[in-house]
């Protein structure tokens, strides 16, 4: 026991020591070096209102921006670098924003050397990570054998005896419901969570991997889990309405410029509205950018597949940068959908589906999305079996449904816009 204690008690400390230490350490950095080198050392003695409005909007948008990424990293499996740059920029444009509007005076060369030193001090902070801090969990024997392994933030070591053999683990992964572990095995897990050692199930730790929820058997408690917030469904709502109508001065041009480009493209309509399964497994109609051409289903649905020749020339263009999707913010306004959340498919997809697929129906529970957590991850989708795993990306956003994986799909869709990946 004293063995574990010792190789574990390290790591744990820094677990634990390590969030406060690094904000008032982030803290000191970006705040002092500015002050210091544009108001002299001698600042903190009597300081003015512009230097204490200043300091305390800089600091409020370091301690902020540190939670949203220590957040959105438990979501996204500790991948957080491509988001650094988007959420200290737009953290900080919030301080700047709030200090214009409130008509604060404040030092902008000291806001703006903070945020360059906060973005400094995040993407040091990754690098020193992945170099030092890289995690090991220990995997038990089970049956069936786990299909953990290593990744860029993770390293997978499988235990063949009950013995940590002098290594440093920072967790235990085990088959803890349905695995039969031998009183030899039992005792070592005892003994591991005495020395606060970290004991996770399996399925816990290959969701939070692959942002996948596997739907061939749920448990009572899963399907519980599986229940979204009141709350936060409330919340979301509103934030749905209100991101509509913020953006009403910028969509409203695009929608009608890709109208009119649609509408010289090829003949026929610009809009394309179609019944598609909502909320409750309810039916609404859709509405869309035609992209394809008029008898595109002239033969009964199908999926959209990689080149499809039913496309047209402006259709390829507004599907690839999303613009055929902006018509849905009339059913995000109604009600019939959300900015986020699984996209909604065709009747005669759903029926299919429901019938190959356990638990299928069962992405209902939540409105339908613009974007979602199976569109950044996976893209569309053309057979049963890609929609199988797309159906367990949506059963993840589900059980984890909050703001914060809502921003982290914010983020992953602009990078999508901005690369035109996964379109069809």
């Not at 900080?92 to 001090?121: E, G, T």
């Not at 919340?235 to 009403?248: M, N, P, W, Y």
């Not at 992405?363 to 049963?384: C, E, F, K, L, N």
């Amino acid at each position: 026991m004293t063995d574990y204690q010792r190789r574990h008690s390290r790591w744990y400390e820094v677990l634990i020591l390590g969030a406060p230490f690094q904000i008032v350490a982030g803290l000191c950095f970006v705040l002092l070096a500015p002050a210091l080198v544009f108001w002299g050392v001698d600042f903190w003695q009597y300081p003015d209102l512009v230097q204490r409005t200043t300091l305390m909007a800089a600091g409020a948008a370091f301690v902020v921006l540190v939670v949203v990424l220590r957040r959105l990293a438990r979501v996204s499996g500790g991948a957080i670098m491509a988001h650094i740059v988007p959420i200290v920029t737009g953290v900080f444009l919030l301080a700047f924003a709030v200090l214009f509007f409130s008509r604060s005076s404040y030092s902008r060369p000291v806001l703006l050397s903070a945020y360059c030193l906060s973005m400094a001090w995040c993407y040091a902070g990754y690098a020193v990570g992945r170099r030092y801090r890289k995690l090991k969990f220990a995997v038990l024997p089970m049956d069936p054998p786990s299909t953990l392994e290593s990744s860029q933030n993770l390293e997978i070591r499988h235990l063949t005896e009950p013995d940590l053999q002098g290594v440093r683990y920072d967790a235990l992964v085990a088959d803890l419901r349905g695995g039969r572990m031998t009183p030899e095995w039992e005792r070592f897990v005892a003994q591991c969570i005495l020395a606060h050692i970290p004991v996770f199930h399996v399925r816990q730790v290959t969701e939070a991997l692959t942002g996948r929820v596997r739907i061939d058997h749920l448990s009572e408690n899963e399907v519980g889990a599986l229940l979204p917030s009141p709350l936060y469904t409330v919340c979301k709502r509103l934030i749905d309405i209100a991101g509509v109508l913020l953006t009403i001065p910028l969509t409203v041009p695009l929608m009608a410029l890709t109208a009119l480009a649609i509408r010289l493209d090829s003949s026929g309509p610009a809009l394309f509205v179609q019944n598609r399964v909502g909320l409750g497994n309810r039916d609404f109609r859709i509405y869309k950018f035609r992209s394809m051409r008029l008898d595109a289903e002239a033969d009964g649905a199908r999926l959209a597949c990689t080149d499809d020749e039913r496309i047209t020339r402006v259709g390829r263009v507004i599907r690839k940068t999303r613009l055929d999707e902006l018509p849905q913010l009339w059913n995000v306004l109604k009600g019939d959908m959300s900015l986020i959340g699984p996209r909604p498919e065709q009747r005669v997809f759903v029926d299919q589906f429901e019938a190959e697929i356990p638990f299928y129906i069962y992405r209902h529970v939540v409105r339908p999305g613009i974007t979602g957590w199976a569109q950044v991850m996976q893209g569309y989708t053309s057979d049963a079996d890609a929609t199988r795993i797309k159906i367990q990306h949506d059963f993840y956003y589900i059980k984890h449904f909050s703001l914060w994986l809502d921003i982290l799909i914010v983020f992953k869709t602009v990078r999508i816009l901005l690369t035109g990946w996964g379109a069809r």
